[in-house]
């Protein structure tokens, strides 16, 4: 009698867990399966005043956005500005984060501070200087200017997160690579960077949804097909003669944002490991 009880207890606690986890999945899904219904129904419908209860779904929006709108461009320049931003951040912001996280010496914790200060300035102050820096070489309108752009406002966020992390990581390590005769540099390759890699990745997602989401630099920077991305791409669907086209809007929106969900999922076990180590030194 015992045993069933314990067994009722035990299936009640499952039933009971598993009903919340999945009422919040259906939660949280709810809002983007909504955007993706808005993006397969007609426009007529998405606009009119009666509501409707049993919408009819098209491929309308979707066909217009590959067809008329050169959605492949966008996309393009989307992956190549977040992918050549990200290398560049990594590049800079490893030895950056390394050197205040490992060495000690004067005004360090200050020069961290100020890199991280940079991120609280508001864009639209450097914005015009940026528009003329740029003009004057001659990278306007291009993918390369995009890239820069992402890295220049990301790298402070990417450093600091990376620094947490190694501040983490036990000094004795260090010492015993050094007393088998390896180099600072050899120490950052071989041993920092592979156990930092939780924190690389957490920076990494954090700089791409940025990066994705930037709206005035790629406005002030692009002026063409050539450089616009999708988050420029939404701004095309607000105007002109035809004007809001929300399914067009809600489709393109979506597109944006599997993407990441997708990242998230396959590195979560790294990325929630990144968000926790390194949380309580700063």
């Known amino acids: 009698m015992a045993m069933k009880r314990r067994r009722l207890g035990r299936f009640t606690n499952y039933f009971v867990r ?17 955007f993706l219904s808005i993006g397969l129904r007609p426009r007529v419908e998405i606009i009119s005043p009666q509501p409707i209860y049993w919408p009819t779904f098209t491929l309308d929006a ?15 320049n989307s992956l190549l500005a977040i992918a050549g ?18 060495y000690k010496y004067r005004f360090r914790d200050d020069i961290g501070f100020y890199i991280l200060s940079t991120r609280m300035m508001a864009p639209a102050i450097v914005a015009i200087p940026i528009f003329f820096l740029f003009k004057n070489l001659g990278l306007l309108d291009t993918v390369w200017a995009l890239m820069l752009i992402y890295a220049a406002v990301n790298l402070s966020l990417v450093t600091w997160i990376i620094r947490s992390y190694m501040l983490d990581i036990s000094y004795e390590i260090e010492d015993a690579a050094r007393m088998d005769g390896a180099t600072d540099l050899r120490i950052l390759w071989s041993i920092i960077i592979p156990i930092s890699a939780p924190g690389i990745v957490t920076a990494t997602v954090i700089a791409a949804i940025f990066a994705i989401n930037e709206f005035l630099f790629t406005l002030l920077l692009s002026s063409t097909k050539n450089a616009y991305t999708l988050s420029v791409a939404l701004a095309n669907f607000t105007g002109g003669s035809d004007g809001v086209i929300y399914n067009a809007i809600a489709l393109v929106a979506f597109i944006a944002f599997v993407p990441m969900v997708l990242l998230v999922l396959v590195i979560q076990r790294h990325l929630s490991r990144g968000l926790t180590m390194g949380a309580v030194k700063g």
């Open 62 to 76: 979707w066909n217009m956005i590959w067809s008329v709108w050169p959605m492949a461009s966008y996309l393009r």
């Open 85 to 102: 931003s990200i290398v560049i951040d990594l590049v800079l912001a490893i030895p950056a984060a390394y050197s205040l996280a490992r």
């Open 18 to 34: 598993y009903l919340v986890l999945g009422s919040w999945g259906v939660f949280c899904a709810a809002p983007v399966l909504w």
